[in-house]
C-alpha cells in the first residue's frame, strides 16, 4: 500500500514556483463554481504518520483557496456534548453543507486506528469499525458528497531521521509532539493496522490516495492537484450527484516519478553465480513442497510483467523444480464464451488450487486494471471497484491458507526495444511478437501508471507485490524463486 | 422484521387454482426472455425456518418454470474438494452463468447462522461474515447478477403447531427431519440472529423478502410474484445490468392482507378505567425519569401514523408527565433551506438528545419511506436503500445506549372521514384539516402497503415497532405510555 510514498519523490523549488500559481487560481475557480451549483458537498479526510506534513497541508489549503468556504474540524478529545451522545454524533454536526468543503483532521480512523494500536479492540472490532465507516462514507456519497481520504506516509527511516533532525535543534524542538514520540514506538503497528484500514476502506467511491510526506513541495502539489482533478470531474458531471462516477480519477504522481522508476535496472547475475544459484533454489522449492506442512497450504504465483519481460521463461524456471501432478499452470489469455457468462472473478476462481498444490498464473485477475484499464476493455467504474474487489478475493485465499506471491517483472524501454527485434530476427520466436506488442509499447507511460496504482493499491502484508528487475534474466529467475522459497518458508513455520 | 409473516396469511384453493395459469406462463415467458437477452444471471437465495416450505417451494418453481434453465444447488457438508479450497469456493463453482436462474439452498446465511446459534462464532465474528456476505452480493450485483433473497418464516406458535400435527400421524411423521426438532429448541436464537442478519444484510441492491410459510398456496403465489415482479423489472431495463436500479420493486401481499390489517382496531378503554391507567403509566414516567440511571441513557419516541390518529393528543399525554428541562418535542415538517444542504438524516441527528434526556419525534426519519415514497419526492433507488441506513442509524443509537421506542398510530378508514369531518366542522380545529389530508386519504392503499414494508424492513429487537391501534383515542394513550415505560424500565434494569 505505502510502496509509491517511500521512493522520495520531490519537487525542487522552481518547479514548485511554477506550478503553484495556476494551480492555486484553478481551485479558486473550482470552489467558487462548487458554491455556485450547489449541489454538493466535498468531504476531506486526512490521516496517516504525525510529522509527515497533515497540518502544513491543511494550512496550506486554506491560504491556497478561500477559507470562508472551508471548515477545518478537529476531533480529539471528546467533548462533554460529544460523549452524551453516539460517538459518531461528533461528525454528523461538523459535516459540510453542499457547495462547500469540509476537512476532517482526525477523523473515524484515527479513532480506530488508535484503539487497534493501543490494543483497546481486536481484529474482529477493527473490521467492525471499517464496516461502520464504509456504510457511512457510502451513504454520504449516495447522498451526494465527493469524498477524497488522504493517508500521509513516511517510511520508518524518514520518520527516524526527522525526529533525529529536530530533537537537537533548539530552534524547531518545539514541532514534536508527545504524538511523535509516542508513534517512534509504535510506526510499526501503526503502518500495518493502517495498511489493513486502507485495504478494506478504499472503496471506487471513497478512494485512498497516500501521500509521501516527507518533501513538502510534493505532497503540496499532489493534494492539490488530486483535490483539483477530483472536483473538476464531479462539477463536470451532468446529472445527479449519487450517480456520478464516485471517484475522483488517479493521479499521475507529480514528479513524474513512478514506483517502478525507482528499481535498479542495472542489477544482474554472472553466468556461474547464476547456475549455482538457480539449481540451489530449485532444490529448495522442491524440498519444501515435499513438507508434510505444505498440506495445510496451497500456493498461488501470480505473474505479470512487461511484455518480453521474460514471464514464461521464468516460469519454465520454477516449473523445472516441481513434480507434474503437484502444480498447474494457467494460462489466461481473452475469457471464453462460458468465461464471459459469468462475474469477472469466476475464471480465476475455478484454478485456485486445493491444498497441498500449486497453481502458477501466467497474467491474472489483474489484468482488469492493466490492459482493460488502459485500453479501455471495461468501464472506469468497473476497473476502480475491482481494487477492492481484489483485495477481498485475496483476503480469502490468505484467510484459508493459500500462500499469495505476485511478481511484477520490470524491464525498461530500451530493453524492450531489443528483445522485440530480437525476437522479429529470430525465426522461432517470431511467433512471439505481435502488432499488439507494438502498440503496448506506445501506451509505456500509460502502463506505468496503471503499475504504479495496483501496486499502490493491492500491494499488502498478506499479498504483497514484488517488483522483479527482468533486464538481466539471470538476476531476474533467481530473485523469483527464491522469494516463492522465502514465502512459502515464512507459511510453513508458521 | 417477522411481523407481516405472522399474521396467517392464506390463499384458498379456488383463488390459488385462478391465478397460477397466468402466473406459470408469465414466468416461462421471463425466463426464455432472460435467457434470450443473456445479459444477467439470477441468483435466488433460500434461507428460514425448517418447515415453513423452503424445499417445496423450490420444488414447485422448477414445475412452474422450464427446469433446464434453473440449477438448484445445495450446499450441506463441504466435500473433499470444497474443504481443501477457502469456503468461498464452493459457492463460486455453483454461480449461474449470464441467462439462467441458479438456487442456492442453503447458502451462506445457512452457514453463519449455524455458527452463530451453536455458538462458535460470537457477534463480531457474525458481522465481519455478513459484512463478507454483503460485499461478495454487491461485487455480484455490479457485475449484473440479479438476486434475489427469500427467508421462509414460521411463528413459534406455527412451527410447534406443525411439529405436534406431523409427529402423531403416521403417513407423515417422516417428513420431520432431524433438523426440525434441532430448530424446536433453538428457535428462539435462530429467529432473533436471524433478524440480525437480515437486518445488516437487506441492501437496496440484494433485498431480503420475508414470506409466511404456514399457508403453501400463499407463500407459492408470493414467491412466484416476487421473481416476476423483479424479472421483469430487471428484463425491461435499458442499459448495463450494473446500472439498473438494483431491487425488484416491493411487492404487496397477493393475499391483500396488509400487516395493519391484523389489529384489532375494536379495542377500548372506558373513561374510569382510562383515567385510572392514564394517571399511574405517566406517574410511572415521571419516576423512571427520575431514576439515577437514566444518566446512562437517552430515550428517542419516534410517532408516526394515519392523519387524524391522534399523535399530537398522544405526545400531550406523554409530555405532561415530564420535567419540561428533560424534554424537547421535535416537530418534523418540510426540511430547512439548511437542511436540504446536508444528507437526509442530518436533521434527525440535530435532535438526538445527551444523556438523561428525552426527544420526542413528531414524525420522523420514516418520512423517506412513507410520504416520499408515496408522494414520489424522492427517487426509487433512494427509499429503497433508506431502510438500510436507517437501520444503520438505529444501531448507533441503540449501540450509545439510545432507548429507541417507535410507534404507528393506526385508525381505519371510517374512523379517520368521521375525524375530518369533525374537524372541518369544528372552528377551532379547522386549521388542522387541509385539501393535502384528503388527498393522502385517496392513497390510502400505498399507505398501507408503505407502512407494511417499513415495519418488516424496520423493526427490529433493538428497535421495534409498536402498532397502536387508535381509533379509540383513550386506548391508543394508555397503550403508547405503557410501551414507554415497559421499554425504559426495561433499559434501566439492564
Keep these: 500500500m505505502f510502496e509509491s510514498a517511500e521512493i522520495g519523490h520531490q519537487i525542487d523549488k522552481e518547479s514548485y514556483e511554477a506550478a503553484v ?58 467533548t462533554d456534548e460529544e460523549l452524551a451522545r453516539p460517538p459518531v454524533w461528533r461528525y454528523w454536526r461538523q459535516l459540510p453543507p453542499k457547495g462547500r468543503i469540509g476537512i476532517f483532521f482526525g477523523n473515524w480512523y484515527s479513532q480506530m486506528l488508535q484503539a487497534r494500536v493501543h490494543e483497546r479492540i481486536d481484529d474482529a472490532r477493527l473490521d467492525q469499525a471499517i464496516d461502520g465507516a464504509e456504510r457511512l462514507e457510502r451513504m454520504l456519497s ?8 488522504f493517508w500521509f506516509h513516511l517510511s520508518k527511516k524518514r520518520m527516524k531521521e526527522r525526529l533525529a533532525l529536530l530533537k537537537d535543534d533548539p530552534l524547531h524542538s518545539w514541532r514534536l509532539s508527545p504524538l511523535d514520540w ?3 514506538k509504535t510506526y510499526g503497528k501503526f503502518v500495518r493496522y493502517g495498511e489493513r484500514v486502507l485495504r ?45 462516477p464516485h471517484a475522483a480519477p488517479l493521479v499521475s504522481s507529480v514528479d513524474n516519478r513512478a514506483l517502478l522508476d525507482s528499481l535498479d535496472m542495472t542489477q544482474a547475475l554472472a553466468k556461474p553465480d547464476y547456475q549455482r544459484l538457480l539449481i540451489a533454489e530449485q532444490a529448495r522449492l522442491a524440498l519444501l513442497m515435499r513438507d508434510k506442512r ?71 485477475w489483474y489484468g482488469r486494471v492493466l490492459v482493460e484499464r488502459v485500453e479501455r476493455l471495461c468501464s472506469e467504474a468497473d476497473w476502480l471497484r475491482a481494487y477492492g474487489e481484489i483485495n477481498d478475493f485475496e483476503e480469502q485465499l490468505n484467510d484459508a491458507g493459500v500462500v499469495l506471491v505476485k511478481f511484477w517483472l ?7 526495444l531489443v528483445r522485440f527485434k530480437e525476437r522479429e530476427a529470430t525465426p522461432f520466436k517470431r511467433f512471439k511478437i ?13 502502463y506505468s501508471d496503471a503499475v504504479g496504482d495496483m501496486v499502490d493499491r ?12 527482468a533486464n538481466d534474466k539471470r538476476f531476474a529467475r533467481v530473485k523469483i524463486l527464491r522469494t516463492l522459497n522465502d514465502a512459502l518458508e515464512k507459511a510453513l513455520r508458521g
Design 434 to 446: 505481435t502488432e499488439e506488442d507494438w502498440r503496448n509499447r506506445d501506451k509505456w507511460e500509460d
Design 458 to 469: 493491492t500491494s499488502s502484508e498478506i499479498a504483497p507485490w514484488t517488483l522483479v528487475e
Design 21 to 78: 500559481p495556476a494551480l492555486r487560481e484553478a481551485l479558486l475557480e473550482a470552489q467558487y463554481e462548487l458554491r455556485q451549483q450547489a449541489r454538493f458537498p466535498v468531504l476531506v479526510l486526512i490521516s496517516g504518520i504525525e510529522g509527515a506534513g497533515k497540518g502544513e497541508t491543511v494550512k496550506l489549503l486554506n491560504e491556497w483557496m478561500d477559507p470562508r468556504l472551508i471548515e477545518v474540524s478537529t476531533f480529539d478529545q471528546q
Design 142 to 149: 449516495d447522498e451526494g458528497a465527493l469524498i477524497f481520504k
Design 182 to 184: 509516542q508513534q517512534s
Design 294 to 364: 505444505i498440506r495445510r497450504h496451497a500456493l498461488v504465483a501470480v505473474f505479470e510483467g512487461n511484455d518480453a519481460a521474460g514471464k514464461g521463461s521464468s516460469i519454465r524456471r520454477v516449473a523445472a523444480a516441481l513434480d507434474p501432478r503437484q502444480y498447474r499452470i494457467a494460462q489466461i489469455a481473452a475469457p471464453t464464451e462460458e468465461e464471459r457468462a459469468q462475474p469477472y472473478l469466476w475464471r480465476f476462481w475455478r484454478h485456485i488450487p486445493p491444498r497441498g498444490k500449486f497453481t502458477i498464473f501466467d497474467r491474472s
Design 200 to 244: 478494506r476502506s478504499s472503496r471506487d467511491f471513497a478512494p485512498w490516495y497516500v501521500i509521501e510526506g516527507s518533501d513538502a513541495n510534493y505532497r503540496s502539489l499532489s493534494v492539490g492537484r488530486i483535490l483539483l482533478d477530483g472536483l473538476q470531474a464531479a462539477l463536470g458531471h451532468r446529472g445527479r450527484p449519487a450517480h456520478r
Design 410 to 416: 520490470a524491464i525498461d524501454r530500451e530493453t524492450q
